[in-house]
């Protein structure tokens, strides 16, 4: 029914949205839904930890497809406590095979760079259902960029881009344990990434120098390890500073220091 509203969960909004309309069988543009609950800005989940719960429904005039909804793996749909029917007996809820990955990079005499970038795009945008293809793969000093397009693009950049930054973030690992690319991978799409990275290297910038006048450190933001490889190579030919993060984790925070001080572990 149209009106039906199920609550689903993921580590990211776009995993949840993905989930909800496998569920459905409805494209993106018609389904709605809204944020119930997420994990605090900064905030790191043990590896399979839901992070986000949304709840969604089918617009009105949307058409369902014939293939009959999943539920699997991540995103779990659940009823509202108001709505859920007599529970079936627990034995016929788990009949349901668990969700298995296809496997991303299954050929290992595969070893051009495009190709092998593409292949893992492709995988994953099939695996959280979204219309994505890579556009562009160039070099740009720091690693490789995947530029990315299509249809679903504005829904990586929902949440200040948390879909884009959960795309990468399992991108790298995926090609982490495969070998076969060294360095660190980034993903922009809308070219959202490279507008962020410009402010946030002026801001890099600007706090050097006051760094340099009043001798103090400056802490920025936590952030990711391609966002510090980024600060510290841009200021690592700068006169008198010197940067180091601390913390553990994938979101790190980044210390821009006077070069005679101490500090942690530079990124």
Request: net charge negative; charged share 35%.
């Amino acid at each position: 029914m149209s009106d039906e509203r199920l609550r689903f969960e993921g580590r990211d909004i776009t995993e949840a949205v993905a989930a909800a309309r496998r569920h459905f069988g409805v494209a993106r543009h018609d389904l709605g839904y809204e944020v119930i609950r997420k994990a605090g800005v900064g905030e790191v989940a043990e590896p399979g930890a839901a992070m986000v719960e949304i709840e969604a429904w089918k617009q009105p005039g949307a058409r369902p497809r014939p293939e009959p909804p999943t539920d699997d793996g991540y995103g779990r749909g659940r009823r509202e406590r108001r709505d859920r029917p007599e529970r079936r007996p627990r034995r016929e809820e788990r009949q349901a095979e668990p969700f298995e990955q296809p496997p991303l990079l299954a050929d290992p005499e595969v070893s051009d760079v495009r190709q092998i970038l593409e292949k893992l795009v492709n995988a994953l945008v099939i695996g959280l259902d979204l219309r994505l293809y890579v556009e562009e793969i160039v070099e740009n000093g720091v690693g490789l960029r995947v530029r990315m397009s299509g249809g679903d693009v504005p829904l990586l950049l929902e949440e200040q881009a948390e879909g884009l930054e959960s795309f990468q973030y399992l991108a790298n690992r995926i090609l982490h344990r495969d070998g076969r690319i060294p360095g660190r991978v980034s993903f922009d799409a809308g070219d959202y990434r490279a507008r962020q990275e410009q402010a946030l290297l002026e801001q890099a910038r600007s706090a050097a120098e006051e760094v340099i006048r009043s001798g103090q450190t400056h802490k920025m933001p936590p952030m990711g390890p391609y966002e510090r490889r980024l600060i510290h190579l841009a200021l690592s030919e700068m006169e008198g500073v010197r940067t180091y993060s601390t913390g553990s984790g994938y979101r790190r925070r980044l210390h821009i220091a006077p070069r005679s001080k101490e500090g942690g572990e530079e990124s």
